[in-house]
Nanobody, 126 residues
Framework: QVQLVESGGGSVQAGGSLRVSCRAY????????MGWFRQAPGKEREGVAG???????NYADSVKGQFTISRDNAKNTLYLQMNSLNPEDTAMYYC????????????????????WGQGTQVAVSS
C-alpha cells in the first residue's frame, strides 16, 4: 500500500516563494514517474511538473523557469520549489506517483498515475 502525504502549502504574497513536499510511504522502489498537479477553483486539474526515475524533468509551459521539481529517493520525498508566485498559481497542489513505464512519457499525463496524495493548498495574494 502506497501513501503520499503533501506538506508545505500556505499563503504567500505575490512575488514570494514556497516549497511543497510529498513524502511517500510504502513500496516506492518501483516509481517511474512522480509529479505535481494542481487544481484551481472552477478549473480542471492540470499537470505542473513531472520527474522520472532518471531525474529527467518536464514542466507545463505556464511554470517553466518559475517552478523546480526534484526528488530525493533516499528520503522517499518529492519537492516542488515555487518562485515568483502570482495569484494565478493559487490552487490545491497534488502529488502523484506512477509505476508503469510508457515510452516517451513526459510524466505529466494524469491518467497514467496510480497513486495520489490528498493535496496541499497554496494561496497567493496580490
Amino acid at each position: 500500500q502506497v501513501q503520499l502525504v503533501e506538506s508545505g502549502g500556505g499563503s504567500v504574497q505575490a512575488g514570494g516563494s514556497l516549497r511543497v513536499s510529498c513524502r511517500a510511504y510504502g513500496y516506492i522502489a518501483g516509481f517511474y514517474c512522480m509529479g505535481w498537479f494542481r487544481q484551481a477553483p472552477g478549473k480542471e486539474r492540470e499537470g505542473v511538473a513531472g520527474i522520472d526515475s532518471d531525474g529527467t524533468t518536464n514542466y507545463a509551459d505556464s511554470v517553466k523557469g518559475q517552478f523546480t521539481i526534484s526528488r530525493d529517493n533516499a528520503k522517499n520525498t518529492l519537492y516542488l520549489q515555487m518562485n515568483s508566485l502570482n495569484p494565478e498559481d493559487t490552487a490545491m497542489y497534488y502529488c502523484a506517483a506512477q509505476t508503469t513505464f510508457f515510452r516517451g512519457d513526459d510524466c505529466l499525463t494524469q491518467w497514467r498515475y496510480q497513486y495520489w496524495g490528498q493535496g496541499t493548498q497554496v494561496a497567493v495574494s496580490s
